[in-house]
Every structure is written in C-alpha cells, then in structure tokens.
C-alpha cells in the first residue's frame, strides 16, 4: 500500500527530517520518494499495518497536513503522446483520456455513503481545476449511486497534480488547523512571553526519537510548551526550572491538557541529579531579551547546560535544542564529546535565526 502525504512548505528540511524520525522510531518500514517540496511518496506499506501507519503518523506529525491513500498514479503524458512539456489539461482530448482511464476504476470500493472530489496542483500545473474536477465527479456518482456531499463527504476523493504525475488518491486524515492554534501559548491558563509555538515544539520532541511511555526532560521548562507536546504523544515528563512560577505555572498547564504523568522541579540545571536517566531531552535553553538567562552568557549557559545533561540521560539518548546562530554550538559539542546527528534553521526575523540541533552523546 502506498500513501502520499502533502507538507507544510514553511520550512525546506524540517517535514521531511520530522517524517523520517517518526518513521524510524515507530518501526514503519517505508521507501521515501520525495515527489517535490511538500509532496512525498511513502511506498509499499505492509497492509496488515497500514491503517495502525497511517493512524500514528497523523497522531504524532506536526508538520504534515493530510495523508492520502493512493489509488492509482499516472504518468500525464500518456494521456496525450503529442504532449511533452508544458502540459495543457484544458486541452479536450487530453482531460477526455483522463476521464476514461477514471471510469476504469472500481469507484465502489472507495465510496462509502456519499462523497466530494478535489484538486490540488503542485508546480505550477497548468489544469482546468473545475472542469476535472466536476468530470470524475459525474463518473463516481454514476459508477456508485452516491451522492455529492462538499460541506462533510464520507470519502474525500482528491486528485493531486504534480510535474508529470497524477496521483488519484483517497483521503485519509487532515491535520485540524485549529489543534496548533488552540494550543498556542496565549491560550493557556499560564502565560509567559518567550515561549516556543507548539508545532514547532511537537517537531522537536519528533526530531528526539520520543516513543509513547519514554521519559521526557526540559530543564528549562518555562510555561511548558515542549512538556505539553511530549505530553500528547504519551510520554512521561520531567520539567524543570530555575524559576519557581515558571515551575509552578507549567503544573497548571499540564493539567489543563489533562496531562498527569508528570515531575516538576524547582532547580538550575546545572544542579540537576535525577535518580532516573531520562530517554530524551527537548528543550529551549534562555538566550536572547525575552528569555531570562539569569545574568549568565549564553556560551556558559550551554556549556554547563550540555555538561550536567550528559550525567542525566540515557546512553545514545537523543538531545534537540534550540539556539541562536550568534552561539557557536559546535564548539561546545566537541569540548564535550557530543555528537551532532542533524540541524535545521528556522529565521525567526531580521536579526535572529534559530538553529534546531539534534544531538547525542559520544561514548
Ligand atoms: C526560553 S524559556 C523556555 C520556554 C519554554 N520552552 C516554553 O515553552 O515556555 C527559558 C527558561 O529557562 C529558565 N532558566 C534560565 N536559567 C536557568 C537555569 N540555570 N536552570 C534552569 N532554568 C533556567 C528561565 O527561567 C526560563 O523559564
């Protein structure tokens, strides 16, 4: 079975590398074709597994927004030889061929009550959105004696055009923009400037390897963010902080999002000695104006950070930290023995680029 998934295209490698973490780390074993920036191909799914796939990657993906189970691919070319390049589907004999090669599928073993079709192009692809898409319409009604539902289909049939492929897909889940945006920081019930967007928190905690009932640290937990997205995904939480409202409001956070399995220190990183190692850490140490650093330089706070983690977390444990590109990060992970596994970089504006660093520990 093969699913195609479609990906925010605001970051060039953070999707992709988010994917390839969780596919990994949940054991899904799938070939990747990268089809174009914010299309991938996921190939020969087991199909005993692949509902239980599908189902964990919509759980557990920030950065991907609809998965869809491909019924069929086609190259567009073979619709009409004389076409080579610059492809033209308004052309009649061209969406004629199309729309006769759509008759030949079995439609009832996709439709269930009722239905909508939709389009979606990708580089730039010159199509005749409306016209394909009223045509496979008439073919589906016809071929299954349903009926058209646009406002809340049973099955959502989505043709998706890119380059030289056509991809004739059935949805299978859609991110809800509104779970991002309601668990931005404003709307919880302890806020704090500074605190990270939870997608990008979720990326990271992916980015980490964090498997469901693994022990998650963030030692400068602030309000919570990354503990909450932890959380979400099933892991068990350690947060800590140097300040205890911080500590003490991350506590009503975690709550709110009825998260329970959790630990809260009142404590400086540096002092830290758990008696448990922890599988991971996610975290976005103090650096800049709206992130207290306590009167410490960022280069000292990263170095002793980085230094007492090492005592507290399990051998090959993975790290993800944020930084600003103003630190020389690698400096410091050689001086202590870290070895750097990947990096993305986020412009937050003119004068601040973050860098997303995953991290682990030499022997
Ligand atoms: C950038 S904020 C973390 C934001 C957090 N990710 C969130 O979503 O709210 C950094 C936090 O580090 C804490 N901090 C600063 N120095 C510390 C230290 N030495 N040990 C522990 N926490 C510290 C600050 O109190 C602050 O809450």
């Known amino acids: 079975m093969d699913l195609l998934l479609i990906q925010s295209q605001e970051h060039d490698t953070l999707p992709l590398a988010e994917l390839k973490a969780v596919l990994e780390n949940e ?6 074709e990268v089809i174009t920036n914010g299309l991938i191909h996921l190939k020969n799914l087991k199909k005993e597994e692949y509902v239980n ?140 400037p500074g605190s990270m967007n939870p997608k990008l928190a979720r990326g990271m905690v992916n980015l980490s390897k964090v498997k469901e009932g693994d022990l998650v640290l963030d030692p400068f937990c602030g309000t919570g963010g990354i503990l909450i997205e932890a959380g979400l995904i099933g892991a068990k939480l350690i947060g800590s902080d140097i300040n205890w409202k911080m500590k003490n409001g991350t506590c009503i956070n975690l709550e709110h999002y009825g998260l329970t399995d959790y630990k809260l220190y009142h404590l400086d990183v540096r002092e830290m000695k758990l008696i448990d190692k922890v599988d991971a850490v996610v975290t976005d140490p103090p650096y800049g104006i709206s992130s207290s650093t306590c009167g410490e330089n960022n280069e000292n706070i990263f170095y ?60």
């Open 27 to 32: 054991n899904i074993n799938s070939e990747i």
């Open 53 to 192: 796939n599908y189902q964990i990657l919509a759980r557990r993906l920030a950065y991907t927004h609809e998965i869809l189970e491909i019924i069929t691919i086609r190259d567009l070319e073979d619709y009409n030889n004389s076409l080579k390049e610059n492809i033209e589907t308004s052309n009649e004999e061209y969406i004629e061929n199309m729309i006769e090669d759509f008759n030949t599928i079995d439609w009832n073993n996709y439709i269930e009550d009722n239905f909508a079709v939709r389009l979606k192009r990708f580089n730039k692809v010159s199509v005749d959105t409306v016209r394909l898409e009223r045509k496979l319409g008439g073919i589906i009604k016809l071929a299954t004696n349903t009926i058209v539902n646009l406002d809340a289909p049973t099955s959502f049939i989505k043709l998706i055009i890119s380059k030289n492929k056509l991809f004739l897909t059935i949805r299978r889940f859609k991110l809800n923009k509104k779970h991002f945006q309601e668990m931005k920081p404003h709307k919880r019930p302890f806020f704090y």
């Open 304 to 363: 002793q950070f980085l230094d007492s983690i090492a005592k507290n977390i399990k051998k090959n444990g993975i790290i993800t930290i944020a930084s600003p590109d103003s630190l020389n990060l690698d400096k410091i992970l050689n001086e202590l023995n870290y070895e750097l596994i990947e990096r993305h970089e986020i412009k937050m504006h003119k004068s601040l680029t973050r860098i997303i660093s995953v991290i682990s520990k030499r022997d």
